[in-house]
């Protein structure tokens, strides 16, 4: 190796160190643009053919907006309206917090002071759970106040919020505009044999394949699961709550647990403890072992992954990635695999002894 092949991989080092840094603040919005351009890129061929590349990746930037941040925005509306319901209930005192504390202990087995979450939360506990000096006009006051500075803490990173989801949609176009240039450089930059890059590209392409069909599916089961036991038991709203069981299995284990144990509450306070119990056990018994096993299962065996790999890589993934992890564990393990086989390739073959 040369002098000036050695200055050129110390400036790369340090320059990939730097731009590593730069990026980091980023990961999320870097990674989720990634995902989607890999989902839009086959109706990106499609339709550049037609309009052309750059309005095909604007109209599909602005139909992945539609489609995925209206809908979010909507569903946010209602859970505030919803939440704001349910805390003037409380404070009215229309909600008993002593019968709620007794069935979470003898239903769950988990003992909660919801008077001291609610102190921790920044209420005042004598009048947000319907004391009797709920008229206290200074109580109310200093718990707006402290209300208010807990909202403004949790929003106070708008701006960084702001400029990460400028940095996802310009990443997002420009990898619909030229991302098979992209890969046509990066192949002929790599130092590797041409077969062995487009050997790792396709078997990442299939990696990437089988962990979105994979969750997908699996939230979309889970969807329909939670959607048919709400519709038997009476819950409200039972094709809105599968939508958003749907969504939010995307998470493992505990995605689908965030819709039906509220449910199991809703159901004890307008007085139907035994269809909360019941509740309770279809989503213990039924929806809960659904992720546990189909997720491994189908995105595994589609990846040809050991289905014990597929879940370290989408809980290690989580632990490193954050919620993109989901998606991008299972890739990373997948891609440690098939690189050691390649290179398990290049070992002189053992001859007979002697």
């Not at 008077?115 to 200074?138: E, F, I, K, P, V």
């Amino acid at each position: 190796m040369s002098t000036e092949q050695r200055v050129l991989l110390v400036a790369i080092a340090l320059s990939g160190a730097l731009a590593t840094l730069m990026v980091l603040p980023y990961e999320q919005y870097l990674l989720l643009a990634v995902l989607l351009a890999y989902l839009l890129h086959p109706l990106q061929r499609r339709l550049r053919r037609s309009v052309g590349p750059r309005v095909s990746a604007g109209l599909l930037i602005v139909g992945v907006f539609l489609a995925v941040v209206v809908p979010l925005g909507v569903f946010a509306r209602v859970a505030v309206r919803q939440a704001i319901s349910i805390l003037t209930a409380i404070n009215r005192g229309d909600v008993g917090v002593g019968a709620l504390e007794n069935f979470l202990g003898q239903q769950v087995g988990v003992s909660v002071d919801l008077r001291q979450l609610l102190l921790r939360s920044g209420l005042d506990a004598s009048t947000a759970l319907g004391g009797s000096s709920g008229g206290n006009t200074t109580a109310l006051l200093n718990n707006a106040t402290r209300v208010v500075s807990n909202l403004v803490s949790v929003f106070g990173r708008v701006t960084d919020i702001g400029i990460g989801l400028m940095v996802l949609l310009f990443v997002l176009y420009y990898l619909l505009l030229d991302g098979s240039a992209l890969v046509s450089w990066l192949r002929a930059v790599s130092p590797l044999r041409v077969s062995t890059f487009d050997r790792l590209y396709d078997w990442i392409d299939r990696l990437m394949y089988a962990v979105l069909f994979g969750n997908l599916l699996v939230g979309i089961v889970q969807g329909v699961l939670i959607g048919i036991g709400f519709a038997v038991l009476g819950v409200p709203n039972a094709i809105f709550w599968t939508v958003v069981t749907a969504v939010l299995s995307l998470l493992p284990v505990i995605g689908a647990f965030i819709v039906w144990i509220p449910a199991v509450g809703y159901l004890f306070v307008v007085d139907r403890p035994v269809i909360a119990v019941v509740l309770f056990a279809y989503g213990t018994l039924v929806v809960s072992l659904s992720d546990n096993y189909l997720r491994p299962v189908i995105g595994g065996r589609e990846a040809q992954l050991n289905p014990g790999v597929f879940i370290v890589g989408i809980f290690g993934g989580l632990a490193v990635f954050g919620f993109m992890g989901v998606f991008f564990g299972p890739v990373v393990l997948g891609l440690l695999i098939v690189l050691i086989e390649i290179f398990a390739e290049y070992r002189d073959p053992v001859g007979p002894a002697g």
